[in-house]
């Protein structure tokens, strides 16, 4: 969820027809949670690039027309499953900066396993872009990492990152937090595992 590379995925785009999204927008809002979903599936199974809107529609078995009625392209699909991860990680991580270190140490913890428990295919598409965000998502995305630095920076003032190093650590995040809740997925005791797991890389005891 944290990546140093965030170009910008290209993707081609049909001009939005506004009167074909008020009337899209009007309609049930269960065509929305359709393409939502189809998005997550496709998106997380093979990647942004090599999905096309047509699978899209076809997965979540509505119209081009009412996929175009309510986002201009799959980028804009992409971002609208991304920018709720971004924004709930954000608001979470804001909340532990004015904590203990230890205090913070394990709420940060939470802070992924809530991402996790509410978003997890969105969680999961931020690493299948490998590091590149659409346009639209870049704030959010660097709000979270800024957020990120702030909670390490409150544990590293406890002395209890285990390699001294704010960014090493945040790296260290970057390369292990998503893919162990993915191995821990399912299991009766994944909070307890994530966390053991997490501390032991992360955390001096």
Known sequence: ???????????????????RRA??????????EKLLAAGKELFVD???????????????????????GLFANKIELAAAILTPVFADGARGLAQLTGLEPR??????????????RDHEAGVLLTTSLDGEFPQSVRQQHDAFVTGLLAVL???DSG??????????TCEILARTGIPLLRVYAGRDDMVHLYGE???GLLIRS
């Open 159 to 168: 002395g209890l990152l285990r390699n001294d190093s704010v960014e090493l």
């Open 23 to 32: 009337k899209a927008t009007d309609r049930p809002s269960e065509y929305r």
């Open 103 to 116: 205090a913070a140490a394990d709420g940060l913890i939470d802070v992924y396993l809530a991402l996790w």
């Open 46 to 68: 093979r990647g942004l690039a090599s999905v096309s809107v047509e699978e899209v529609v076809e997965r979540a078995g509505v119209s081009r027309a009412t996929f175009y």
């Open 197 to 199: 797991s997490m501390r």
């Open 153 to 155: 920076r409150v544990i």
């Open 1 to 19: 969820m944290y990546a140093t590379n965030m170009n910008a995925t290209a993707s081609a785009s049909r001009p939005p027809n506004p009167a």
